[in-house]
């Protein structure tokens, strides 16, 4: 928990130009475009079974919920700002520095996941797409590239009926989840894969979603734990491996003129300090493709 605030601290003193802002709380309205009312109520209320909060991986606590309802709302208000929707212009990029729960499905969390604020974030700005643009854009189309070591088996469930929401997963084909869901698109990895396998794996995955999906948003879960000695990771990206990947996720959305808000996702190291030192680079990629998007619009 404590790489959060470590995060925040180093955004703030070294990326002075990123505007940093508190999470919102996602409503119970909001929530319920990816989870069933019944989980939402069990969540609120304290109502989980001992076998659901062992699944999810910690105990319930009115903190707990209020830190999962802004886990979601912080991916809902980057993918706001991201679009740009009710401003005059796409904000171009745009993040939450949690989030990243993937594991959670319609009807229940897992793997330390309790609402996947991908999937509530994805659902939401379509409706407000559409309450905005209707009677002139087509509907919202959104990919979902999630690159945390363990498949978004959540996400992929939520979704796998949803030809609207394109769900791609590059990860560990030994890891969490044993029973993975299929995504629209998954790319299993060895243990041990390397920087060059795994960005070889990663162009060819982004070059099938061009082929099969044209997005208006991407949400980007950009896990660290990738990261050569992650706890819970079995992979072996270096840090510049990690920052390659970035750059190409961030380039083919930019490339393309599409929106991209991203989350944090996981992140398990031996030494926090190194979790942190991946993800202050991707807000440092992130920075300059915001500017990109800033110099396009002036």
Same mark, same amino acid.
């Given at each position: 928990m404590a790489k959060y605030a470590r995060l925040r601290d180093r955004v703030a003193k070294e990326l002075t130009s990123v505007r940093l802002f508190e999470a919102p709380r996602a409503s119970d309205g909001e929530l319920a475009l990816a989870h069933s009312p019944a989980y939402i109520q069990a969540v609120a209320n304290g109502e989980l079974s001992a076998l659901a909060l062992r699944e999810i991986g910690f105990p319930w606590s009115p903190d707990m919920v209020e830190r999962s309802r802004r886990s979601a709302g912080a991916t809902v208000a980057a993918a706001r700002v991201a679009l740009g929707l009710g401003a005059e212009r796409p904000g171009g990029v745009a993040a939450n520095m949690a989030g990243g729960t993937h594991h959670a499905t319609a009807d229940k969390g897992g793997g330390f996941c309790v609402f996947n604020d991908a @999937? *509530? @974030? @994805?659902?939401?700005? &379509? =409706?407000?797409?559409?309450? !905005? !643009?209707? $009677? $002139?854009? =087509?509907?919202?189309? +959104?990919? +979902?590239? /999630?690159? /945390? *070591? $363990? &498949?978004?088996?959540?996400?992929? %469930?939520?979704?796998?009926? /949803? /030809? %609207? +929401?394109?769900?791609? %997963?590059? $990860?560990? &084909?030994?890891?969490?989840p044993f029973r993975k869901e299929a995504s629209d698109l998954d790319v299993d990895l060895p243990d041990g894969c390397d920087d060059e396998a795994y960005l070889h794996a990663l162009e060819g995955a982004l070059a099938v979603l061009d082929q099969q999906f044209q997005p208006g948003l991407v949400i980007y879960l950009a896990g660290a734990d990738p990261l050569e000695g992650d706890r819970l990771g079995r992979l072996s990206l270096s840090f510049d491996g990690l920052e390659s990947r970035d750059r190409r996720v961030f380039d083919w959305a930019w490339q393309r003129r599409v929106p991209l808000a991203f989350a944090m996702a996981g992140g398990y190291g031996v030494n926090i300090e190194e979790t942190v030192q991946v993800q202050i680079n991707t807000y440092r990629v992130a920075l300059q493709y915001w500017e990109s998007w800033q110099r396009l619009q002036r």
């Amino acid at each position: 928990m404590a790489k959060y605030a470590r995060l925040r601290d180093r955004v703030a003193k070294e990326l002075t130009s990123v505007r940093l802002f508190e999470a919102p709380r996602a409503s119970d309205g909001e929530l319920a475009l990816a989870h069933s009312p019944a989980y939402i109520q069990a969540v609120a209320n304290g109502e989980l079974s001992a076998l659901a909060l062992r699944e999810i991986g910690f105990p319930w606590s009115p903190d707990m919920v209020e830190r999962s309802r802004r886990s979601a709302g912080a991916t809902v208000a980057a993918a706001r700002v991201a679009l740009g929707l009710g401003a005059e212009r796409p904000g171009g990029v745009a993040a939450n520095m949690a989030g990243g729960t993937h594991h959670a499905t319609a009807d229940k969390g897992g793997g330390f996941c309790v609402f996947n604020d991908a @999937a *509530v @974030a @994805a659902r939401l700005m &379509q =409706a407000e797409w559409a309450r !905005y !643009y209707a $009677h $002139h854009r =087509a509907p919202l189309k +959104v990919a +979902v590239i /999630d690159l /945390d *070591v $363990h &498949q978004g088996n959540g996400t992929a %469930s939520i979704f796998k009926t /949803d /030809d %609207s +929401v394109f769900t791609l %997963s590059l $990860h560990g &084909q030994n890891n969490f989840p044993f029973r993975k869901e299929a995504s629209d698109l998954d790319v299993d990895l060895p243990d041990g894969c390397d920087d060059e396998a795994y960005l070889h794996a990663l162009e060819g995955a982004l070059a099938v979603l061009d082929q099969q999906f044209q997005p208006g948003l991407v949400i980007y879960l950009a896990g660290a734990d990738p990261l050569e000695g992650d706890r819970l990771g079995r992979l072996s990206l270096s840090f510049d491996g990690l920052e390659s990947r970035d750059r190409r996720v961030f380039d083919w959305a930019w490339q393309r003129r599409v929106p991209l808000a991203f989350a944090m996702a996981g992140g398990y190291g031996v030494n926090i300090e190194e979790t942190v030192q991946v993800q202050i680079n991707t807000y440092r990629v992130a920075l300059q493709y915001w500017e990109s998007w800033q110099r396009l619009q002036r």
